[in-house]
């Protein structure tokens, strides 16, 4: 896949990935199809799933929770749960409910994979990952659940300067804003302008087409907004 082509989401996923190898493999090709791997970046974890198994060179096709799919090595991969985990007894179609940090989420199940249940939101939007165990039916409370595209802030805050240098923890994604609405943003081999739009307390940032909505917390970050397409969460501050 050229560089060039690559959206913002699937660079954020897969561009800046580091290598963690999955627990207890010795060789590349022990992941299996139906394997659920969690693929690590500078922006934390995602969940996917292996729809193809390694090829000679030790690649595999995954699928990440919007249902796009793509090629990458095993290495960069962690086992989550082996395919032929017994499924829970979670119905796909079932109404469901979760905690997604401190907002309650309401959808559906879509799909179940062993302990694992794929949902969506109640306009159809996929949110991504989460154990079965913390859904809850309707009429039940639901408990804290991390799903594996849990946003990471509430972005309660108005919105701060913004004209500056900003970076997430490990320096990975970089973000400077510029006046007139124009800005530069770099994540891992991808780098270049973009534009940005700000309201009262968030700031929606566009990249070849693909956009990046950001809201403010109250320490002075930015964070990123679980739209429910599978994008990992990340915090910036300003450097």
Same mark, same amino acid.
């Given at each position: ?12 996923? =897969? ?17 299996? &199809? ?10 934390? @974890?995602?969940?996917?799933? !292996? &729809?193809?198994? @390694? ?16 090629? =990458? ?6 086992? =989550? ?9 979670? @119905? ?6 979760? !905690? ?18 794929? !949902? ?6 996929? =949110? ?26 509430? /972005? ?14 490990? %320096? ?15 994540? /891992? ?25 950001? !809201?403010?917390?109250?320490? %002075? ?6 739209? /429910? ?11």
């Amino acid at each position: 896949m050229a560089a060039a082509h690559r959206t913002l989401f699937s660079v954020l996923v =897969v561009g800046v990935t580091h290598a963690v190898l999955a627990p207890g493999a010795e060789a590349q090709n022990q992941a299996r &199809v139906g394997d659920l791997v969690e693929v690590t970046s500078g922006l934390g @974890p995602t969940l996917a799933e !292996v &729809v193809t198994g @390694p090829d000679p060179s030790g690649y595999v096709v995954i699928r990440v929770p919007t249902g796009k799919e793509m090629p =990458v090595n095993t290495q960069k991969l962690r086992l =989550v749960q082996p395919a032929g985990t017994p499924n829970a007894s979670m @119905p796909v179609g079932e109404a469901v409910s979760w !905690v997604d940090g401190d907002v309650r989420e309401k959808g559906s199940v879509v799909k179940v994979n062993g302990k694992w249940c794929q !949902v969506k939101t109640a306009n159809a939007t996929t =949110v991504g990952w989460v154990e079965c165990a913390e859904l809850r039916r309707p009429g039940a409370a639901a408990k804290p659940s991390s799903p594996a595209s849990a946003s990471a802030g509430a /972005g309660s805050a108005p919105l701060p300067k913004l004209l500056g240098n900003w970076e997430n923890a490990d %320096g990975s994604v970089k973000l400077e804003f510029q006046s007139a609405g124009k800005c530069y943003i770099s994540f /891992g081999p991808m780098t270049g302008p973009c534009s940005y739009t700000p309201a009262a307390t968030g700031v929606t940032v566009t990249f070849e087409g693909e956009p990046l909505r950001l !809201v403010a917390n109250p320490d %002075g970050s930015l964070s990123s907004v679980n739209d /429910g397409d599978g994008m990992m969460s990340m915090r910036l501050k300003r450097r």
